[in-house]
């Protein structure tokens, strides 16, 4: 049972972790996001409108929320067991991810005839995104790999 009781600590603390890191790099990304549009449009006044959105966004109150809760719950954790929570401590994945090397080096090939061809010969970061483009439909398109790994 105790057994039990630490592998239900230590799968509850480490999606408490995957959420939070999501939902920081989710936020990190927009602010990257907002900082480059703004630069492009500076007219717009993107960034200011963000920031003044964030304010009253509920996800950072939820985050520390969550941090707080994670807090209690290791405090508990070592006062229940005498030891210090560790993260990722008898918590097994429960699927396994591959990927299908055939239609990555098929998305490799794709890339480098999409870099060769002339589509836009005189915008040559149009080119390259173009390119990247190809790479991430067809790795799609196939699912050579798990799609959060094509979606960063």
């Given at each position: 049972v105790a057994a039990s009781a630490r592998r239900r600590y230590a799968e509850w603390y480490s999606s408490a972790t995957r959420l939070i890191h999501f939902a920081e790099l989710n936020i990190e990304t927009?602010?990257?996001t907002v900082k480059k549009a703004d630069k492009v449009r500076p007219f717009a006044k993107i960034k200011a409108r963000y920031s003044s959105e964030m304010q009253y966004n509920r996800l950072h109150d939820n985050i520390l929320k969550?941090?707080?809760m994670m807090e209690k719950v290791r405090g508990d954790?070592?006062?229940r067991f005498g030891e210090e929570l560790q993260q990722?401590?008898?918590v097994s994945m429960a699927e396994v991810w591959d990927c299908k090397w055939r239609f990555i080096l098929l998305s490799i090939i794709f890339y480098a005839i999409a870099r060769l061809a002339p589509i836009f010969p005189s915008h040559q970061p149009a080119?390259?995104?173009f390119a990247l483009f190809v790479?991430?439909?067809t790795l799609w398109i196939t699912e050579a790999m798990p799609f959060f790994c094509t979606a960063m």
């Open positions: 927009m602010a990257k969550i941090h707080e954790f070592n006062s990722y401590a008898d080119h390259h995104c790479v991430v439909v």
